[in-house]
């Protein structure tokens, strides 16, 4: 196991509801990735935090949103919940930013909204 | 055009079979490049970088061309619990997924 957690496992929300996930890095890791999978695809990059700092995002719009906390641990919001937003998602913690880094996942939130 | 480029597959190989996917790549810039190993409705874990000079782990064999911007994997004697998605991971600022692979390693 990689000690990367994410909570809650699974989730059912409404369009137009708000959701929160969350994730712990694995230890010793201070940098948290966030990837939306939707079903038949490879992950798609959300956005990097590296010292509770955004540290660069895909193309994704702002309703997504997400904060790192001092002890690494970070959380995804998305706003305004959209039927296409139902997917996997994961959350990848590395020890170091940027693309030079292996990144380790953890099993995931998975998402349906209704 | 997409960062990454797998072929989705299924392979369908049996037991003992060697099989070799390849993922290209568009920004002749990527750093890093790694391949993953994702079972059905789990989330992806890694299986191995790939280096410049190629390297292998057991079965496994990872090669790097950077001159055809592509990385393959190849996987030797397949074991019915080689069964699974393969995704490649190719990196610059962030990483880039494939969509993966889908193999299917048969009795």
């Known amino acids: 196991e990689t000690g990367v957690t994410q909570s809650p496992t699974h989730l059912i929300k409404t369009r137009g509801q708000q959701v929160t996930l969350r994730c712990s890095s694995q230890?010793?890791?201070?940098?948290v990735s966030w990837y939306q999978q939707a079903l038949g695809q490879g992950p798609q990059f959300i956005f990097q935090y590296y010292r509770e700092e955004e540290n660069g995002r895909g193309n994704f719009p702002p309703r997504f949103s997400g904060l790192q906390f001092p002890n690494y641990s970070s959380e995804l919001n998305v706003n305004a919940l959209e039927l296409d937003d139902s997917a996997l998602y994961l959350c990848?913690?590395?020890?170091?930013?940027?693309?030079?880094?292996?990144?380790?996942f953890g099993p995931g939130t998975r998402l349906t909204v209704t | 055009r997409k960062e990454v480029e797998q072929d989705p597959g299924p392979f369908n190989v049996p037991e003992g079979a060697t099989v070799a996917f390849n993922c290209t790549y568009s920004n002749s810039a990527s750093q890093s490049f790694f391949w993953y190993r994702q079972d059905c409705r789990k989330e992806p874990k890694l299986l191995m970088s790939?280096?410049?000079s190629g390297n292998e782990d057991g079965r496994f064999t990872a090669q790097l061309n950077r001159a055809s911007q592509y990385i393959s994997l190849l996987i030797r004697d397949s074991k019915l619990s080689d069964s699974a998605t393969y995704l490649c991971?190719?990196?610059?600022?962030?990483?880039?997924f494939g969509t993966g692979t889908s193999l299917t390693v048969i009795p």
């Open positions: 230890s010793g890791h201070n940098t």
């Open positions: 990848a913690s590395s020890p170091g930013t940027g693309g030079a880094y292996e990144q380790y």
């Open positions: 790939v280096y410049s």
């Open positions: 991971a190719v990196t610059g600022n962030q990483f880039y």
